[in-house]
């Protein structure tokens, strides 16, 4: 779907004035209740699933090609319910999800898809009250859920080096929660020269990294964890994976890291007629998680040998501790 310009919209009244200490946390949900109001954005779905996000006013209408909508109509409904146009085009009328919110903000850079985010907030445990880091922040799609799950009692410390980058992501985080979310704090920096100033060594309890480089980030991170927290890092392609992933097991101090991906396959359901839809989600990225030892720990090593060549001679990466040496008959070949 294409994205638009959607300037944020003013704090609802029940939040603007709130602190995270006396608000309950569903008020940082990013969720309005009751009926639509103006400065509010919703959904319209025609009958061919086509979807357009409007902000709505007073006096204002929204044109299609299958005629015009007054926003006076849709103020003050409860949303779920179906308009149609001036010329009888049927319109499905919702507030917009947090996951269709994501994919249709504008973008500076590549946004985590609703599927890995779904991923990250579950298998790196992200909680109520959690303290984490998060870099880059690209377009804050990531840390819209991210904030999310920690609530308004937590902390959300997103590092972005490109300030314009930062923008974009400021405008959309506080779009979606209607107002400047209590727990987060957005610092334009290089992760890797702000944390260790930035947040206490030892006292994160989750690192989120999506970035080209992640490994230049594993001892600032591992600094920063407190044992037994979370390193999770999202990356795009297989040689960031392979990088990443043995940059992790040479540092020492994390437990073996665990990569995967995950594929989402539509179903189609009628009657008889049940298969998979034609359309899947398929390769978006990969997910890496690894949890901190305490300090002076080290996680035992793995039993089993590596497979032949793994790290033979024209293996360049990382070398976790306790391989023999390369040696030149070590081959995929062999
Ligand atoms: C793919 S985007 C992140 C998208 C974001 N997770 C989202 O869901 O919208 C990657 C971002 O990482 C930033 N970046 C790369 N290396 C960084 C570093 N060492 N410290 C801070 N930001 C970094 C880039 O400028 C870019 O904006």
């Given at each position: 779907m294409p994205s638009q310009d959607l300037t944020p919209v003013p704090p609802a009244p029940d939040t603007a004035a709130d602190t995270a200490a006396d608000v309950a946390p569903e008020t940082w949900a990013g969720v309005h209740r009751g009926p639509l109001r103006a400065g509010e954005w919703v959904r319209l779905t025609d009958t061919k699933g086509r979807r357009h996000n409007i902000c709505l006013e007073q006096g204002k209408r929204f044109f299609t090609n299958r005629g015009s909508i007054d926003h006076d109509d849709l103020i003050g409904r409860p949303e779920g319910f179906t308009v149609t146009s001036s010329v009888g085009g049927e319109y499905l009328v919702f507030r917009p999800l947090l996951s269709e919110f994501v994919v249709s903000m504008p973008r500076g850079a590549a946004v985590v898809y609703p599927k890995d985010a779904a991923q990250i907030v579950a298998m790196a445990d992200i909680f109520p009250g959690a303290r984490v880091v998060e870099a880059g922040v690209g377009s804050g799609a990531l840390t819209c859920s991210l904030l999310r799950a920690v609530g308004p009692h937590g902390r959300v410390s997103s590092y972005e080096r490109r300030e314009e980058f930062a923008e974009v992501a400021r405008r959309n985080v506080t779009q979606f929660f209607g107002g400047e979310h209590p727990a987060w704090q957005l610092t334009v920096g290089d992760l890797v020269e702000a944390l260790p100033g930035g947040d206490g060594t030892g006292t994160v309890d989750r690192a989120i990294l999506d970035m080209l480089a992640p490994w230049e980030c594993v001892d600032v991170v591992a600094d920063a964890?407190?044992?037994?927290?979370?390193?999770?890092?999202?990356?795009?392609?297989?040689?960031?994976?392979?990088?990443?992933?043995?940059?992790?097991?040479?540092?020492?101090?994390?437990?073996?890291?665990?990569?995967?991906?995950?594929?989402?396959?539509?179903?189609?359901?009628?009657?008889?007629?049940?298969?998979?839809?034609?359309?899947?989600?398929?390769?978006?990225?990969?997910?890496?998680?690894?949890?901190?030892?305490?300090?002076?720990?080290?996680?035992?090593?793995?039993?089993?040998?590596?497979?032949?060549?793994?790290?033979?001679?024209?293996?360049?990466?990382?070398?976790?501790?306790?391989?023999?040496?390369?040696?030149?008959?070590?081959?995929?070949?062999?």
């Open positions: 964890l407190t044992p037994g927290g979370i390193v999770c890092v999202y990356v795009a392609t297989t040689t960031q994976l392979g990088r990443v992933v043995e940059t992790l097991r040479a540092h020492g101090g994390f437990t073996e890291p665990q990569p995967w991906e995950t594929l989402v396959r539509d179903w189609h359901v009628e009657g008889l007629a049940i298969r998979p839809g034609h359309k899947m989600i398929g390769h978006t990225g990969f997910l890496v998680t690894a949890r901190r030892m305490a300090p002076g720990e080290k996680a035992p090593t793995k039993k089993r040998r590596p497979a032949p060549g793994a790290y033979g001679v024209d293996y360049q990466g990382p070398r976790p501790a306790g391989l023999p040496p390369a040696v030149a008959e070590e081959s995929y070949d062999d």
